[in-house]
């Protein structure tokens, strides 16, 4: 399973984001798949995840309301919208699968490579 994510960046406070992971060779149906960050020095956070079989989703406290987690099963896509973005957001972003979709991405199995996100004026 490879996970490739897209749409890193700079970004101004205030501002919005979209990243979006695709899960190549995934031949499950139902699993969960999001969104983890980790910021210099601190541990890599949970921040959101989605479930393929029933739509459940799952925020972390520092996003909720601020990011929404969509997924387009057809094409073993996750997209995160960012919005209201602040400094303390700034991280690398990694997408993740976890093969039980009940878990909401809480054991992950599989990691993308990571996509860096700065939120500075």
């Known amino acids: 399973v490879q996970l490739v994510e897209s749409g890193g960046g700079l970004v101004q406070p205030g501002g919005s984001r979209s990243l979006s992971c695709v899960a190549n060779?995934?031949?499950?149906?139902?699993?969960?798949i999001g969104w983890f960050r980790q910021a210099p020095g601190r541990e890599r956070e949970r921040i959101s995840c989605i479930s393929t079989s029933d739509g459940s989703t799952y925020y972390g406290d520092s996003v909720k309301g601020r990011f929404t987690i969509s997924r387009d099963n057809a094409k073993n896509t996750v997209t995160l919208q960012m919005s209201s973005l602040k400094p303390e957001d700034t991280a690398v972003y990694y997408c993740?699968?976890?093969?039980?979709?009940?878990?909401?991405?809480?054991?992950?199995?599989?990691w993308g490579q990571g996509t860096q996100i700065t939120v500075s004026s």
């Open positions: 060779e995934l031949t499950i149906y139902y699993y969960s």
């Open positions: 993740a699968v976890d093969l039980f979709a009940s878990r909401l991405c809480a054991t992950p199995d599989y």
